[in-house]
């Protein structure tokens, strides 16, 4: 293997830690961004159960690990075992990047600048836009802190659970800085309609749609309340077309699919290991040629 045989005493290694974290596509983009510019470094994903997020940190110090991606369900446990934390990353309530810098362990979260560079792919600016989230979790809170301190004028949270959207408003609203009207909505059909009306952007940030064993779940059905324009993404990349987004896409109205923000999280975790954001296209195709061939 190309990877392997290139490996020496100067390789510099890079990981995942999720559970489970077998599903990961993370490997193939970094391995392939990393052939693709000659960089002598390697990354694998580690299956870090619930409770050794700890002896992990202690690990990645101890063996010289040049940095990590933390994933579900570490990303808020791996923070006080840090030397440090972004305040970015302490809003957000999650790291998802650490480097190691000389055995300090610093914490980022490039998932929200990742969220916000894959809507400029798709050609939205969020200043002064109004977005409609389905999902109140991490991932949710994630998007909604991406878009309040991108400007956005209004954003409406619905959940299942309405007290988890009441808190993530509360949270937003008691953010200096942020001018974002916040509101929390019940998942259900008079409520949505009634923000779809303004919405420019919508966003699935549930993990309803997830995996081929999700098929045909959304959490929205109606797409026919959105006026044409609205851009509609789900942050779900696999399948690559959810039930979310087809039904969208049939109404009319433009789709995206969270690979771009999987990809860009992915480049901006370069800059904080190297230095330098990572190669997009490189990582694009590495991971659609991962998904084509049944990842
Ligand atoms: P993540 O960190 O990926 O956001 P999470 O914190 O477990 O994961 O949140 C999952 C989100 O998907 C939540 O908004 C959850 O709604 P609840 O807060 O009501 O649990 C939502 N979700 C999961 N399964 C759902 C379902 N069957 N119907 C509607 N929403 C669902």
């Known amino acids: 293997m190309r990877i392997g045989a290139a490996i020496d005493a100067r390789t510099q290694l890079f990981a995942v830690l999720g559970w489970p974290v077998a599903h990961s596509l993370s490997p193939v983009l970094h391995n392939a ?37 933390v994933t579900v369900p570490h990303k808020q446990a791996v923070m006080e075992f840090l030397d440090w934390v972004d305040p970015l990353a302490r809003e957000a309530g999650a790291v998802n990047t650490v480097a190691n810098r000389d055995g300090r362990l610093l914490g980022y979260n490039t ?16 200043s002064g836009r109004s977005a409609l989230i389905f999902g109140a979790g991490g991932a949710g809170r994630g998007v909604a802190l991406a878009l309040a301190r991108a400007g956005a004028r209004r954003l409406w949270v619905a959940n299942r659970t309405l007290e988890r959207a009441e808190a993530l408003a509360a949270a937003i609203a008691g953010l200096t800085g942020v001018a974002t009207a916040v509101k929390p909505i019940p998942l259900d059909p008079a409520a949505v309609r009634a923000a779809a009306l303004e919405a420019d952007l919508v966003v699935n940030c549930t993990s309803v749609g997830l995996g081929h064993g999700g098929g045909g779940d959304s959490p929205w059905d109606d797409f026919s309340v959105f006026p044409p324009g609205t851009l509609v993404m789900d942050l779900i990349y696999n399948p690559e077309r959810t039930a979310f987004l087809a039904r969208a896409e049939a109404a009319g109205l433009r789709i995206q699919n969270g690979l771009g923000m999987l990809v860009h999280q992915a480049a ?25 061939a049944g990842h």
């Open 33 to 69: 961004a990393f052939a693709a510019v000659g960089r002598n470094a390697v990354y694998v994903a580690c299956a870090v159960p619930p409770g050794a997020i700890a002896s992990a940190m202690a690990g990645l110090r101890a063996l010289g690990i040049g940095g990590v991606n």
């Open 268 to 292: 901006l975790a370069w800059e904080k290991w190297f230095g330098e954001t990572g190669p997009v296209d490189v990582m694009y195709r590495a991971a659609r040629a991962a998904l084509a």
């Open 111 to 126: 998932d929200c600048a990742g969220f916000l560079a894959a809507l400029a792919d798709a050609g939205f600016a969020p």
